[in-house]
T-cell receptor
């Protein structure tokens, strides 16, 4: 079945550093989504990407839909303590089912 | 506009019991999906309902079932609970098919 490989699994960075994480798949997706989950909460949608090559920003967050439709990355610039959490990528498959497949998440830790 | 509401937030059940979880989608949203989240497996898709019909189903045993009512509210039932069913159960709603999913805060189920 379809799978998303999200990396890295976890990151420890210093406050102020930039962060980069990505997702790859053997399947083609027509939409890429990036969510953030904080402890005790459900995932919150950060960025949605709909076209191959699309680059979209949301504040300090920037995400891109890969040209091959099989990958996406998320960058966070100048990290701050409230960026701590788990970041999930998700892809919507290109068929009638409209299934959304999730990566296993990147856990971001920020050192003071 | 109220978000996705899941009740209860926390539950403790004994092995062998059954449990019902509830999800009220965002007003106007007709699709409700359910996910199981565990530390080892990430977000696993359970099923999706759209206009009271199950559209998609994940690879979970028949002990996991759901339904959707005419007001789009959904319930998920797990019968004969096992220790491995302990997880965060997340509900997500969408306005239509091929639109973005918004998550509730989840129900934390602990089976003892």
């Amino acid at each position: 079945g379809q799978q998303l490989n999200q990396s890295p699994q976890s990151m420890f960075i210093q406050e102020g550093e930039d962060v980069s994480m990505n997702c790859t798949s053997s399947s083609i997706f027509n939409t890429w989504l990036w969510y953030k989950q904080e402890p005790g909460e459900g995932p919150v949608l950060l960025i949605a990407l709909y076209k191959a090559g699309e680059l979209t920003s949301n504040g300090r967050l920037t995400a891109q839909f890969g040209i091959t439709r099989k990958d996406s990355f998320l960058n966070i610039s100048a990290s701050i303590p409230s960026d701590v959490g788990i970041y999930f990528c998700a892809g919507r498959v290109m068929n009638r089912d409209d299934k959304i497949i999730f990566g296993k998440g990147t856990r971001l830790h920020i050192l003071p | 506009k109220a978000g996705v509401t899941q009740t209860p937030r926390y539950l403790i059940k004994t092995r062998g019991q059954q449990v019902t979880l509830s999800c009220s989608p965002i007003s106007g949203h007709r699709s409700v999906s359910w996910y199981q989240q565990t530390p080892g497996q990430g977000l696993q898709f359970l099923f999706e309902y759209f206009s009271e019909t199950q559209r998609n189903k994940g690879n979970f045993p028949g002990r996991f079932s759901g339904r959707q009512f005419s007001n789009s509210r959904s319930e998920m039932n797990v019968s004969t609970l096992e220790l491995g069913d302990s997880a965060l159960y997340l509900c997500a709603s969408k306005r239509q098919m091929n639109t973005e999913a918004f998550f509730g805060q989840g129900t934390r189920l602990t089976v003892v």
